[in-house]
């Protein structure tokens, strides 16, 4: 049992490192790429701890999980390990995380932090999640302490948008690429997780959730739950009741408050939908539905998804989307 037992679906960037560190030959920093919910920031804090382990060579890149450095990660409380991202209802980071507040500037922070000895290990590791989300004056700061990186320190950088980084953060960076999880895998998660507790609602997560495991967690529980029931119970014999179902779903989708908020309401709305029919799909020869009417309905339904960049009134859409689903398409031609 090592601490990577934990993560599953990156045995070759694991590989990939430890073939680094035997060589001692592990970068300053790091960008950890790859989509969102798939163990990114759990892979860079074991890494963290693997190079702080007392009992373990840097070579190894394992982490024995009972000396007083493991235990300290384990605690959250190492004194040489810093990890920023953006707050909670934040649009950014803010520069105060890198370099202090104006009274304290360049005294406090993670550049600050990293520039000092560390208290209990031989470095100092920061992490810094969403890095997409640094803004140009954080992340020219960032890039000061980057272009001149404090001895035995070890950045990593993680974020699923590239594009949101500045190129000349890049590449100062060493980009390792990480993979979405394999359906199998997510779906081990799901259960070992507990977030439900039965192969097919696993499945069923797995699949909706896009390799994504943090998603698949949502779903498995508060609004998104309900939004997923509300949908299934509004089907009757084979097709959704527009009357039950519109009423209820404006409800949802208004109480979700802003509109980005509204929209990701509306993104569910349209993937449970077309679950769905899918399902109808599956189960045709005991459907009211031609597979040719389901088809068309799942078609709308894609077109929809699409259209949901575009800015509209989303309760609007929606409603206008459930009633073409519900009734006017049926003589539409295939
Ligand atoms: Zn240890």
Known sequence: MTIWDTLQGHDIVLEQLKRAASRRRLSHAYLFLGPGGIGKKLFARNLAQSLFCEETLDEELDACGVCANCKRMQAGTHPDYYQ???PEGKKSIPI????GDEEHRGRQGLCYELSLRPMSSDRKIAIINDAHLMQSEAANSLLKTLEEPPAKSLIILITDREEGLLPTIRSRCQTVHFRALPIEILQNLILSNEYV???DEAERLAKLSDGNLEVAFELSQGRLRELS?????????????????VPQILEWVEGSGESSEQRRAAFWTVKFLAEEFRQQARHFNSNPMTIDQIEIRLRRLRDAEQQLHE????????????????????????
């Open 197 to 199: 507790q039965t192969d």
């Open 311 to 334: 800015t509209m009134p989303i309760p609007l859409w929606l409603e206008g989307l459930i009633y073409d689903l519900a009734s006017g398409m049926r003589d539409q031609p295939v």
């Open 84 to 86: 920023i991202g953006c």
């Open 229 to 245: 029931e509300v949908i299934r119970n509004s089907f009757s014999s084979g097709n959704i009741n527009p009357l039950k179902l």
């Open 96 to 99: 105060e995380l890198f370099v």
